[in-house]
DNA sequence: CAGGGGGTGT
DNA sequence: ACACCCC
């Protein structure tokens, strides 16, 4: 019953056979050349650890552990140096290294925040991105590569970054997509840095797994791509077969009883009895994984399908206490849930109890409908929803615990599931295509539109950018981003190999530039530059601009074009740095250009009706973006450009940089004061449930982009 | 295994 | 409801 792949008996053969296959340009294997893949795994270095440092710069320098109750759950390169690792406990880490500065990282509000920026990026330049825990995503950029492959001519290409067990390679017939994707790659690493300010790696290759693998062949910072020839090798470096994602502890110990140890072990294990262990259809996933095979599709990154909230703690005994930490997690959970918009239709409850043996083991759960009052009272933030939802738990936990006997709990779980898009039903077709401002009635959907999907798509206006622009507050506090360190320079960078061709950091080599140029696709070359650079606000890096998808820039410079109003925001450009000049690495906005540093970003904006992208989402991630450059505004330059007006934080949307809006003129201030009260309903938005999706995963169907149109906020007075 | 999440498959 | 997977 699962869609996936079948007649994949000879996939095995003929995959092993590929990977033994010299490179000869026979015709099969040009036929699968052709049906290969492009996969792109990102991989955030130390996230939690980023994600600290940013909001406290100072922490750079020092050795910094994240901590979890009593586990560093991640730590900064500074504290690895001194023998810190991951999961270590807190006493052995501080054993070995005093100085050692700790975090405590047990709210994940600020890095799930900023996890999904990272994932809303990706999405905004390509769709297919699925999401790895909070620090990693996959990417299929198959059709990416395609088309600008379409477009340049090999001799122009080359790679970005290292080759796995090579120096350097030719671009040829063979590789050339792989190349392209490390170009993309790369691109995208960049942008990561320069809109949020994070390093990661990155890996490329055919499939997923392989493409997650090599991205942490060369650790912080760095990119690898994975030639397919160099599979074998790169299988057999692996230390045990627990190294091969998929393969977890269960299953490493079923194949330890089977003997098997090593990747070797499995790729060479028959078949038939790895099957009569774990089915047919688990036996051949796991020796495919070893032998580096992986077909398993990129499945677009929606919401997330269920929100939980847990702690931990030695011990809870009595039904009190149960009652007050259930209700604790239950208040910031229901806030969680308010704040997505969706409504919960199921709410589990879990517990932990102790036990001397089998603690990882004992995770017991009891799970109930929602009624539907109680679920309404829950997305609309009425706080009647705890104590309702509180009596549910209560009656779960019932079902579990017999309060007359002891009992011991070491953990407690709320989770609410079956998430839907609020029904609302007025809302229409009709509605969408006519309330919207011209400029966000593009479709969400990458295939083809469907009217039933167009509507869903429609109608669902839940986003996950919503989620985070609610939140954005904790943004909005984080600390002063100190450019000169968290924005190296290109020299300064640790990987040599990877100069980025379009690095707004430093003045880009013709040579670099040019290859860009051939790479890009469909640049708008029928639109003259001067006119389409005239169009970008004088504030407005280009540099910074061009490595926003380009149907973002069409929006953007639609919206800049509308109202002059970019100019209430940016009248003052010449506000420039007094910084260090050599400091231009940094991203800015109000830093002039000269007319030249624009012709780059030409490059990229290209005809965004030949993409049909989905605008909703990439908006809210424009969204997100634009809010990080205000941010940034703020940060850099708040020194010297006192506030002209002081509004209360609350009455402004927590997507609203409250520096950018101080900036505004106090009568610009006034209306959209009054706008955001008249639109505070609207903001909240209802929605349809979304069924019927596009793409390979089903279940969800992304709808984003409630809000895009607040972008436009940060340039129109309206 | 920890910790605080998240996912899919049965 | 759990098993297993991922970070």
Known sequence: MDTDEDGDNNDWDRSLESDMLETEGSMTNRVTSISQKVILHFDLDCFYAQVEMIRNPALRTKPL?????????????????????????????????????????????????????????LMSYCPLVERLGFDENYMDVTEMVERRLKETRISDLSFSGHIYKHECVAVDEENARLAVGSVIAAEMRQAIFSMLGLTGCAGI??????????????????????????????????????????IGYKTREKLKALGLVSVRDLQLFPLPDLVKEFGEVNAKRIQ?????????????????????????????????????????????????????????????????????????????????????????????????????????????????????????????????????????????????????????????????????????????????ADVFHKEDKTWNSIKPIEHTSIFPTQESQTQPTSINPISPMQPVSEHSRVTNMNIRESCMSNVPEETLCSKLPPGVDPEVFKLLPEHIQMELITSFQKKDSAELIYGSADTSFEDDPADHSTLTFNQPRTPERCEPALNYCRNSASHNHEL???????????????????????????????????????????????????????????????????????????????????????????????????????
């Open 65 to 121: 552990g994240i901590q979890q109750k009593y586990i560093i759950v991640t730590c900064n390169y500074v504290a690895r140096e001194q023998g810190v690792t991951k999961l270590m406990s807190v006493t052995d880490a501080v054993e070995k290294c005093p100085q050692l500065v700790l975090v405590k990282g047990e709210d994940l509000t600020n890095y799930r925040e900023i996890s999904y920026k990272v994932t809303d990026l």
């Open 205 to 246: 290759a055919s499939n997923k797994l392989l493409a997650k693998l090599v991205s942490g062949t060369f650790k912080p910072n760095q990119q690898t791509t994975l030639l397919p020839y160099s599979t074998a090798e790169l299988m057999s470096s692996l230390t045990g077969l627990i190294r091969v994602p998929g």
């Open 288 to 464: 495919n994984l070893a032998c580096g095979i992986d077909e398993s599709p990129v499945t677009s990154a929606g919401p997330p399908q269920s929100l939980s909230d847990e702690d931990s703690f030695k011990k809870i005994s009595t039904l009190e206490e149960v009652v007050k930490k259930t209700e604790e997690l239950l208040t910031s959970l229901t806030e969680r849930m308010h704040k997505d918009g969706r409504q919960p239709h199921t709410f589990r409850l879990t517990i932990r109890r102790y036990t001397v043996t089998n603690r990882w083991f004992s995770r017991e759960s009891r799970q109930c409908p929602i009624p539907n009052h109680t679920g309404i009272k829950i997305t609309c933030g009425n706080s009647e929803a705890v104590p309702q939802l509180l009596s549910l738990s209560v009656k779960l936990f019932h079902k579990m615990v017999d309060t007359r006997e002891p009992f011991h709990l070491t953990l407690l779980n709320v989770c609410f599931s079956n998430l839907q898009a609020k029904s609302s039903s007025k809302s229409s077709i009709a509605s969408f295509f006519t309330h919207k401002s011209p400029t966000t009635t593009q479709l969400t959907s990458q295939r083809q539109v469907e009217p039933d999907l167009c509507e869903s798509v429609a109608n669902s206006q839940f986003t996950q």
């Open 616 to 718: 909703d989402k990439t908006l809210s991630s424009a969204q997100s973006t634009m809010e990080l450059h205000s941010g940034l505004i703020k940060d850099t330059e708040s020194h010297d450009i006192p506030a002209t007006t002081q509004t209360p934080q609350s009455d402004i949307p927590p997507n609203v940089d409250p520096y950018v809006f101080s900036q505004l003129p106090a009568d610009v201030q006034r209306e959209l004061l009054t706008e955001w009260k008249q639109q505070k309903p609207v903001l909240k938005i209802p929605s349809k449930h979304s069924h019927k999706t596009s793409n390979t995963k089903d279940k969800k169907n992304a709808a984003k982009g409630s809000q895009c149109n607040n972008i436009l906020k940060y340039f129109k007075p309206n």
